[in-house]
């Protein structure tokens, strides 16, 4: 028998969720203006997992979970709030759907920002429990007498997404503390369980060996909360993983959309399982009177009809408050530190790029670098971490399974427990498994939580056509990831601006992605060398949003001019197709394609008359493409030709054959017939 403190705290609980529930089909035409679903047959275990958690611990609950946030001690109005998306919606300022929480507060269990979680809060909640594992492992302190764990709320049809065996495995293999709570209704939206899945979660996660699993009736209260009790004491002491699957009715609608009678054969079956007479029951035989009861439950009802009323009447969001939190202020604002000092030897940008890491994990605990084959065995495929492993330990620089979801998305968690995580995708073309955290998850977590959890993280991409790498090792693709909002992207062209962006993305609190062509790791290719440089100094910061003007010219009275502006390996293209005609042709490096540095595009642009955009990526429907069409319509009255671009032909896939590859790419003399072509013009 539970302690009957327990048993009223968590009746009270139900009671309100119940309430809510009920007001809300009540009020249908009121709420059903945004979206909303409620915990209705899932409270039970809810509740009994809520009040188990610490202002220490991290969850990461699911788009049902309201009962939950009852029990860590959210009242009505604040879910209300976020029903109604008003201005004061704790969770986002009215941005994102009822029950999507995000939460920093210091009384209360932390939960960063949650997507609408269909199993992609996995990998984000299993990186806030590898962040643990990793201050534990290497001696971070932290100050709470109970060590800190991290709830992972699953619905069962989620499970079947490929990204939880990604969180599972990474789960197992590291052993950390981290429970996944799956609540099984047996229903998707429409599909029952017998129609999608093969087998349940709990059958599910004994094929990963280190997960244990129990199996439980999350509709029992009591039940419930002996069995999560022992679990969670055991993740807190052991530091190990547990999936605890939890068979429970869905009582409502799956949401205020799409209507149970619509499609449900089993409702009156769910209803002879509700966990409210099963909690009254067991309130009576520990002594609770009807009366008391029936106390409880009304005072639950009027708190909850008081709070609608007052939330009806809260302000809603002006049209000002669109435009904050989609970056976290930076304070990398300006250059700083000697980015020339003098050396001996020239550095190639792959070192520079090394160097920088090492300087940053020397100086920094909470900086650590994993990925595929960077550990100390291989030190990248590219030896872009050569010697880290053995001068950091295998904690602080590690290898990856093949999961580019996971290596994306883990950073969310990451960097929720305060770390900062340089991880890396081994080439641009595999990037697309981890799109998904990239875009849902890493993207937006600032902007949804308004404000509260930026995305703090760095990820590096080898990008970029070299030496025959083929059509799984060439690609280009930062079209797609400009497209991206929330994120920051450098495309630096030297080791200097590698370097310094690589410091500035460091210690800026928003997700940076940068872009390193293969090309130019080494100067192999000719007419690269300006990609060696004297490194730059310790200190040495590069803001972003800053471009660099590598050649200049001054305004000319008789003579054409054309600007060319490009990035990356197009650079070096640029400074050799112009070679001969220095005094006529300004080259505008962007080093970053966001933030974009326009005023500078813009005076160089002016200036020339002319502007060629020169990129390796095929050119329709590219960044480029975009470029070339804003800056027509920003200096369209100063142009004296059309705004042009080259790029690569536009193809599928760049080919492995040498003649072919050459064939789809820009190269020197491609950009140089472009630039006379312009200046004829």
């Given at each position: 028998m539970l302690d009957k403190k327990i048993l009223e705290k968590a009746f009270s609980t139900m009671a309100t969720a119940k309430a809510m529930a009920t007001l809300y089909e009540d009020n249908f035409k009121i709420v059903s203006k945004y979206v909303h679903a409620t915990s209705r047959g899932h409270e039970a275990i809810q509740i009994a997992m809520a009040m188990q958690l610490l202002p220490q611990d991290y969850a990461f609950p699911y788009y049902r979970d309201d009962a939950m946030m009852l029990g860590i001690g959210m009242q009505p109005y604040d879910l209300m709030l976020q029903l109604m998306a008003k201005k004061d919606d704790p969770f986002s300022g009215g941005r994102t759907y009822y029950c999507h929480p995000s939460l920093n507060d210091a009384d209360k269990p932390k939960i960063p920002h949650q997507s609408s979680a269909t199993g992609m809060q996995a990998i984000p909640a299993t990186g806030a429990a590898m962040g643990f594992w990793y201050k534990e492992n290497i001696g971070i302190q932290e100050t709470n007498q109970e060590k800190p764990f991290v709830v992972c709320s699953l619905g069962d049809a989620s499970v079947t997404e490929g990204e939880i065996a990604e969180a599972l495995q990474m789960a197992a293999l590291k052993q950390l503390p981290i429970l996944y709570l799956v609540q099984d209704n047996g229903w998707d939206i429409s599909a029952n369980a017998a129609e999608t899945r093969a087998q349940n979660a709990f059958e599910y996660a004994k094929g990963f060996h280190g997960i244990?699993?129990?199996?439980?009736?999350?509709?029992?209260f009591t039940e419930s909360y002996l069995a999560v009790q022992k679990v969670v004491k055991t993740i807190r002491e052991e530091r190990r993983p547990f999936l605890v699957h939890a068979k429970v009715p869905l009582l409502n609608h799956h949401t205020s959309g799409v209507r149970m009678e619509?499609?449900?054969?089993?409702?009156?079956?769910?209803?002879?399982?509700?966990?409210?007479?099963?909690?009254?029951?067991?309130?009576?035989?520990?002594?609770?009177?009807?009366?008391?009861?029936?106390?409880?439950?009304?005072?639950?009802?009027?708190?909850?009809?008081?709070d609608f009323d007052k939330a009806q009447l809260a302000e809603d969001p002006t049209p000002e408050d669109l435009f904050t939190h989609d970056f976290a202020p930076t304070p990398i604002t300006e250059e700083v530190?000697?980015?020339?000092?003098?050396?001996?030897?020239?550095?190639?940008?792959?070192?520079?790029?090394?160097?920088?890491?090492?300087?940053?994990?020397?100086?920094?605990?909470?900086?650590?670098?994993?990925?595929?084959?960077?550990?100390?065995?291989?030190?990248?495929?590219?030896?872009?971490?050569?010697?880290?492993?053995?001068?950091?330990?295998?904690?602080?620089?590690?290898?990856?399974?093949?999961q580019e979801a996971f290596i994306v998305g883990s950073t969310v968690g990451m960097s929720a427990v305060g770390l900062k995580p340089i991880v890396e995708v081994q080439f641009a073309d595999y990037i697309w498994p981890g799109l998904n955290q990239l875009f849902t998850e890493v993207s937006r977590s600032c902007y949804l939580s308004n404000g509260k959890w930026p995305v703090s993280m760095i990820l590096r991409v080898p990008i970029g056509a070299y030496g025959s790498g083929g059509p799984y090792h060439s690609s280009s693709v930062e079209s797609v990831l400009t497209n991206i909002r929330g994120i920051k992207i450098a495309y630096p062209s030297n080791g200097a601006d590698l370097k310094g962006l690589l410091k500035s993305a460091y210690y800026d609190p928003n997700p940076v992605v940068i872009l390193e062509h293969k090309g130019l790791y080494w100067s192999k290719v000719k007419g690269t060398d300006a990609a060696r440089v004297n490194e730059p100094s310790e200190d040495y910061i590069l803001p972003f949003g800053k471009a660099n003007i590598v050649q200049e010219i001054w305004e000319q009275e008789t003579d054409e001019t054309i600007t060319v502006i490009t990035y990356g390996m197009g650079v070096h293209w640029a400074l050799n197709a112009s070679t001969t005609i220095k005094n006529q042709v300004e080259i505008i490096d962007l080093r970053t394609l966001c933030p974009l540095d326009e005023e500078t595009i813009f005076k160089s642009v002016k200036k020339a008359k002319k502007c060629l955009v020169v990129t390796e990526e095929p050119t329709n429907n590219s960044f480029a493409r975009s470029l070339a069409g804003l800056i027509q319509e920003k200096c369209f009255k100063y142009l004296d030709a059309p705004v042009m671009v080259i790029?690569?032909?536009?193809?599928?896939a760049i080919p492995l054959n040498s003649t072919l590859e050459f064939t789809m790419i820009p190269n020197v003399d491609k950009v140089k017939v472009k630039i006379e072509e312009l200046l004829k013009y």
């Open positions: 244990e699993a129990i199996s439980i009736d999350g509709a029992n619509w499609y449900r054969d089993d409702l009156e079956e769910a209803q002879s399982r509700d966990p409210f007479p099963v909690l009254v029951q067991q309130l009576l035989e520990a002594g609770f009177t009807e009366e008391e009861i029936d106390a409880i439950e009304n005072t639950a009802v009027a708190k909850v009809q008081a530190g000697e980015r020339n000092p003098e050396r001996e030897d020239k550095v190639v940008m792959v070192d520079c790029a090394l160097f920088a890491v090492e300087e940053l994990m020397k100086k920094h605990q909470e900086c650590l670098l994993y990925g595929q084959d960077v550990g100390g065995r291989l030190g990248g495929v590219f030896r872009e971490a050569a010697t880290l492993a053995q001068k950091f330990g295998d904690e602080r620089v590690f290898n990856t399974p093949i790029g690569s032909e536009n193809m599928p």
